[in-house]
């Protein structure tokens, strides 16, 4: 008999993407979604069966739990995937309704689907309950300045999944007999990040030997600074500035090599990849311990570099397309000295700015 899996948020994103991997592998898959219309859409696209489930309504729950059991009797597997970031906005302006909503969506639904479901996991030979965490949730990684999970400042979605983290262990240890885990799909580009990996567009300006600035105007405004010591990230729609000593992040972005050619040696191996697409290509793998990507593409042409493609360690893969290069313009210094504007909030190595008094 095949796995009866229920899946909240199934209509779109990782929950569908889920959805139809388990369908492919032969489980019965129950596509769980608040909204009717996109649910009943997304079952058919699957050929599955559709349930209406609103994670943060008691009833709601419930009614999806009856509908189960009248339909299928019992559930294998659980995975409570529905999720919400909340509203973008600065810390201090999140509110008590926000953070009612991210918690509701993300924690206290993981309390209240399970309860309704366990009764049909118990009449399973191998019950199972998956749920949807995130790096962004984990006080190691959050911590640790290698990770992109440090340079984030979300209170709401993070402290959500922690506590989701957090039920998942005591459910385990509570409920022996259902097999509890949390799972963590690593960054994904989907509605909840608003596709933050889809194309965007600007400017870059370098100056030799390590300066850079990367304007993105399209989809979303955002500012790279590189200072020579310090990277400046910029959201201006958030309000928020993340700083990172550039040699930190040098040693894993294949960015660097723009402005300090040097870096090819030293941080990379380089091996000639022959000519497609009208460029001339050159891989480099990272000589780092622990590289942050698999590898990055560049291809050049005559005018110099046209096109850099790397692919991190989680298989996402970005394509830059240079064009318009313009040699030697007059780039104002000022281009490459960020200072943060007032009122924004600052994460990561601040400089301190030592003074000495003047000897006379
Ligand atoms: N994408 C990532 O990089 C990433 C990384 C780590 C963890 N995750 C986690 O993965 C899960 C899926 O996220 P995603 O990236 O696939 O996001 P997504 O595309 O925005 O999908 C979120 C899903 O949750 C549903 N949902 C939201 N509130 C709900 C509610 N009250 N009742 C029922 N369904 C509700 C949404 O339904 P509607 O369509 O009706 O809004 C949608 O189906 C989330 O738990 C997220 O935190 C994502």
């Not at 008999?1 to 592998?25: D, H, V």
């Not at 560049?298 to 290069?325: E, H, K, P, V």
């Amino acid at each position: 008999m095949s796995t009866i899996t229920f899946i909240t948020g199934a209509n779109k994103g990782l929950g569908y993407e889920t959805a139809r991997r388990l369908t492919e592998l032969g489980h019965t898959v129950i596509v769980g979604a608040r909204d009717p219309q996109r649910g009943q859409a997304a079952a058919d696209r699957l050929g599955a069966r559709f349930v209406q489930i609103d994670v943060t309504d008691d009833l709601s729950v419930q009614r999806a739990a009856a509908d189960v059991e009248a339909h299928e009797g019992h559930v294998d597997t659980l995975i409570n995937n529905a999720g919400t970031t909340g509203r973008r906005a600065q810390a201090r302006d999140l509110t008590g309704a926000d953070a009612e909503l991210v918690f509701e969506t993300n924690a206290i639904s993981v309390v209240r689907v399970t309860n309704a479901f366990l009764p049909l996991l118990q009449r399973s030979d191998a019950p199972a309950v998956i749920n949807v965490s995130s790096g962004m949730g984990s006080f190691t990684l959050t911590h640790d300045t290698d990770r992109v999970e440090s340079t984030i400042a979300a209170p709401l979605y993070t402290a959500s999944k922690a506590a989701v983290t957090m039920l998942t262990m005591q459910y385990a240890k509570a409920l022996p007999e259902i097999r509890f885990n949390a799972a963590d799909p690593g960054y994904t580009a989907t509605d909840l990040n608003g596709h933050s990996s889809k194309s965007s567009s600007g400017t870059l300006a370098l100056e030799a030997p390590r300066q850079f600035r990367w304007d993105t105007l399209a989809p979303y405004k955002q500012t790279i600074v590189a200072d020579g010591s310090r990277v400046w990230m910029y959201d201006p729609e958030l309000e928020q500035v993340t700083v990172r000593i550039q040699s930190t992040e040098e040693a894993h972005s294949p960015l660097t090599v723009l402005t300090d050619v040097k870096q090819l040696d030293r941080n990379f191996k380089v091996a000639e990849q022959g000519e497609h697409d009208g460029l001339a290509w050159l891989r480099l793998t990272s000589t780092a311990k622990d590289p942050q990507f698999d590898y990055a593409d560049l291809g050049f042409d005559a005018n110099g570099l046209a096109r850099m493609t790397f692919r991190d360690q989680l298989g996402s893969t970005t394509d830059i397309r240079f064009s318009d290069w313009q040699r030697n313009a007059a780039i104002p210094p000022a281009a490459f000295n960020f200072v943060p504007p007032k009122g924004a909030d600052v994460i990561g190595d601040v400089p301190v700015i030592t003074t000495q008094p003047l000897k006379d």
